[in-house]
C-alpha cells in the first residue's frame, strides 16, 4: 500500500477539514495515489473517490427527554434546586399569577350581574390586601357570606 499522507493533506485542504475526516475508495486507491496536485485531488473529489466524512455532533436526545420530564414537573425535588425560593419564582410574579384570576372573576359577576358594583368594589379591595389564596377560595367566602347562591351540579 502507498503512502497517501499527501493526498489526505490536500483532500483535507480542499475539503476544509480535517485529515481524520478525509474518507477514501478503497477500491481506487492506486488511482488516489497518482494524484500529485491539488487539481488532480480536485478531480478526485469530483469523481467521488475522495470524501469528507460527516461531522459528528453532540445528540440531543438526552435533553429532549429531560425537558419533557420537567414539563411534567419531574425532576423538579429538592435536590434539583439552585437558587433561593423568590429566585425561582419571584415574589411579585407569584403576586401576579394570585390576583389576576380573582380580579377576572370578580369582574365576570359584576358583569353578569350577580353582584352590584359596591360589592363588587369590597372585594376587590379584600382580594388586594391578600385576604384569598385563589379563586375558589374567594368563591366560598361569597356563598358564606350570602353573596352569592351556591351552584348545583
Given at each position: 500500500?502507498?503512502?497517501?499522507?499527501?493526498?489526505r493533506r490536500?483532500?483535507?485542504?480542499?475539503?476544509?477539514?480535517?485529515?481524520?475526516?478525509?474518507?477514501?475508495?478503497?477500491?481506487?486507491?492506486?488511482?488516489?495515489?497518482?494524484?500529485?496536485?491539488?487539481?488532480?485531488?480536485?478531480?478526485?473529489?469530483?469523481?467521488?473517490?475522495?470524501?469528507?466524512?460527516?461531522?459528528?455532533?453532540?445528540?440531543?436526545?438526552?435533553?429532549?427527554?429531560?425537558?419533557?420530564?420537567?414539563?411534567?414537573?419531574?425532576?423538579?425535588?429538592?435536590?434539583?434546586?439552585?437558587?433561593?425560593?423568590?429566585?425561582?419564582?419571584?415574589?411579585?410574579?407569584?403576586?401576579?399569577?394570585?390576583?389576576?384570576?380573582?380580579?377576572?372573576?370578580?369582574?365576570?359577576?359584576?358583569?353578569?350581574?350577580?353582584?352590584?358594583?359596591?360589592?363588587?368594589?369590597?372585594?376587590?379591595?379584600?382580594?388586594?390586601g391578600g385576604?384569598?389564596?385563589?379563586?375558589?377560595?374567594?368563591?366560598?367566602?361569597?356563598?358564606?357570606?350570602?353573596?352569592?347562591?351556591?351552584?348545583?351540579?
Amino acid at each position: 500500500m502507498s503512502d497517501l499522507r499527501n493526498q489526505r493533506r490536500m483532500a483535507a485542504d480542499i475539503l476544509k477539514c480535517g485529515k481524520n475526516r478525509v474518507w477514501m475508495d478503497e477500491d481506487r486507491l492506486d488511482e488516489i495515489a497518482k494524484a500529485v496536485t491539488k487539481a488532480d485531488v480536485r478531480v478526485l473529489i469530483k469523481g467521488g473517490a475522495v470524501k469528507a466524512k460527516q461531522k459528528k455532533g453532540i445528540s440531543s436526545g438526552r435533553k429532549k427527554y429531560v425537558a419533557s420530564q420537567k414539563m411534567k414537573g419531574r425532576r423538579k425535588g429538592q435536590g434539583s434546586r439552585k437558587g433561593a425560593k423568590f429566585a425561582r419564582l419571584p415574589r411579585k410574579r407569584r403576586w401576579i399569577k394570585t390576583i389576576r384570576p380573582l380580579r377576572e372573576y370578580l369582574k365576570e359577576l359584576r358583569d353578569t350581574e350577580q353582584i352590584d358594583r359596591s360589592t363588587y368594589r369590597l372585594y376587590y379591595r379584600k382580594s388586594k390586601g391578600g385576604e384569598f389564596r385563589n379563586r375558589h377560595h374567594l368563591k366560598t367566602h361569597l356563598i358564606s357570606d350570602g353573596v352569592l347562591k351556591e351552584e348545583q351540579q
